[in-house]
């Protein structure tokens, strides 16, 4: 069972930049796909970023441009570089590791953005 941990959120004024870390308790070279999920107060969890084991990142419209996934395989961490953050990306962020038939969550970490 892969164990995941989010960190780096907190309180950031419009136009600045967070950085969220996902910490993974296995190996992330082997896991297929890697997903950072977002979940605003009175709406549904939505996918904002994935970056599969083999192909192209992908990214919500929303947040294309402006958020970058990344991963640092020596340290079994994946990243999200967050730019340029507007208010409506307001929300929870989970961190999501898809292997074979598994999901595995972290806990969310809250990212806050002020006008």
């Known amino acids: 069972q892969v164990q995941l941990v989010e960190s780096g959120g907190g309180l950031v004024q419009a136009g600045g930049s967070l950085r969220l870390s996902c910490s993974a308790s296995?190996?992330?070279?082997?896991?297929?796909?890697m997903h950072w999920y977002r979940q605003a107060p009175g709406k549904q969890r939505e996918l904002v970023a994935s970056?599969?084991?083999?192909?192209?990142?992908i990214y919500a419209d929303s947040v294309a441009g402006r958020f970058t996934v990344s991963i640092d395989e020596a340290k079994n961490t994946v990243y999200l570089q967050m730019n340029n953050l507007k208010p409506e990306d307001t929300a929870v962020y989970y961190c999501?590791?898809?292997?074979?038939?598994?999901?595995?969550w972290g806990q969310g970490t809250q990212v806050t953005v002020s006008s």
């Open positions: 999501n590791a898809e292997q074979g038939n598994h999901n595995y």
């Open positions: 296995e190996n992330i070279f082997g896991i297929n796909v």
């Open positions: 970056r599969p084991r083999f192909g192209s990142r």
